[in-house]
């Protein structure tokens, strides 16, 4: 509610007042152990009070209409809809305030009474009403500044009490959830190990079985392997004179293919007839990135391990 003719600890309103009670901000400078109002120009506060005077003759002077003309003066509040701007010129020894009363509703101003050169009584009496007027506002800003502080603490109770809640909630459902999993991981380790127990019983009972037919093939074949070793002892072995790498190199010479040559000669086999089968092929990549690719037969040989002669048995299809 309080504006200052000065920069010296003081407020500008720059919005529309509400209706208060008396207990409105006052601006003061202190000078020892006495308080007097800040210095303003007398001439220019009585120029304002003729502005407003018009105003008012003409119906015109709302509050906000006030609060404009009178933007960056100081005032008090001394009545509900009573308020006084004031001045001094501590040079010439002048002081000057400026009465304004409202009307009922507090919207309008009713009359303005300007003082000119106020005797010592009125700056007496208004200086006592700045300071009632601080030290009332020092008590409601105590008030307030202890209710802000209950419902900060209040709030910080609330807050905190939330927190448990909500920290209490998070605990029983990690547990929760803890004990699922646990439940979760027994049953499966139960079914692991039952699983296990039962492929392992039913691999012991092929094993059994498999052991029982071989027994029962081995009875069968006895014979049959007497029989085979009797026919054994009558042929007379082949004298076998070379062996698998010379084979390779003797394929390699017949087919004239050095060693630095892309086909690949490779022992593969012994046939029925004890020859070894030696396999002529070439390895083609098909796809470059992973290497995979196929081999291109060009020949099938059969070599004889007594006497080293070579036939072309590709046609047999190896």
Not at 73 to 96: L, P, S, T
Not at 146 to 152: A, G, S, T, V
Request: aromatic residues 6%.
């Amino acid at each position: 509610m309080l504006t200052a003719c000065s920069d010296e600890s003081s407020e500008t309103v720059s919005q529309k007042e509400e209706p208060t009670e008396k207990s409105t901000a006052v601006h003061t400078k202190e000078n020892g152990n006495k308080t007097v109002v800040k210095e303003s120009s007398p001439n220019t506060l009585q120029t304002k009070a003729s502005t407003i005077k018009k105003a008012v003759n003409s119906k015109e002077a709302d509050r906000d209409y006030l609060l404009n003309v009178m933007n960056g003066y100081q005032y008090i509040q001394v009545g509900d809809n009573q308020y006084i701007y004031y001045g001094i010129n501590q040079e010439q020894n002048v002081f000057c305030m400026m009465e304004v009363n409202f009307d009922a509703s507090g919207d309008y101003v009713e009359n303005i009474n300007f003082v000119d050169n106020a005797s010592e009584e009125q700056i007496a009496l208004l200086q006592n009403q700045i300071q009632e007027q601080q030290k009332q506002l020092s008590d409601l800003e105590q008030q307030q500044m202890e209710k802000e502080l209950d419902d900060y603490y209040a709030q910080l109770e609330e807050d905190r009490q939330k927190e448990e809640e909500a920290q209490a909630k998070a605990d029983a459902e990690a547990q929760a959830e803890a004990d699922r999993k646990a439940e979760e991981e027994r049953l499966a380790e139960e079914e692991k190990k039952q699983q296990g127990e039962e492929e392992a019983q039913a691999k012991a009972d092929e094993e059994e079985a498999q052991a029982d037919s071989e027994d029962e093939a081995q009875t069968e074949s006895e014979p049959e392997q007497e029989e085979d070793t009797e026919a054994i002892e009558e042929e007379e072995p082949a004298e076998q004179t070379v062996s698998q790498e010379q084979a390779i190199q003797l394929v390699r010479d017949q087919q004239g293919i050095s060693e630095d040559s892309p086909l690949l000669v490779e022992y593969d086999h012994v046939d029925d007839s004890g020859n070894y089968i030696i396999h002529v092929y070439e390895s083609v990549v098909d796809n470059q990135e992973t290497g995979e690719g196929h081999t291109a037969t060009q020949g099938w040989y059969q070599v004889s391990p007594s006497d080293g002669s070579i036939t072309d048995v590709t046609v047999d299809g190896y």
